[in-house]
């Protein structure tokens, strides 16, 4: 059929979803430590990893421990930030 030359899609029951990566927010310094937020899909566990140069592979950055995010927004509390500068990523964990 002509109309149909270039293909035609027959979909039926198609779900999409919007899935949010992980974003670090809200970051404060006082007392002597370091707090963010981690927004992300809810029900998502993280280790918080941390580097003195953003990079660094990485293999090379320090595990600061984990997180599981229930709501969609968790925050992390870094005790001993030191007094350099330091980056913070978090990876997805299984």
Known sequence: QPELAGGYWDLDHVRLFEVREPVLVDP??????????????????????????????TADWTSLG????????APFVDPAPGSGGRFYRARQLP
Do not use: D
Request: avoid cysteine; charged fraction near 15%.
């Open 28 to 57: 404060v310094r006082t007392e002597g430590q370091f707090t963010f937020t981690v927004r992300s899909e809810p029900g998502l566990t993280f280790e918080i990893l941390s580097a003195p140069e953003l990079t660094l592979p």
């Open 66 to 73: 984990s997180i599981t995010n229930l709501t969609g927004s």
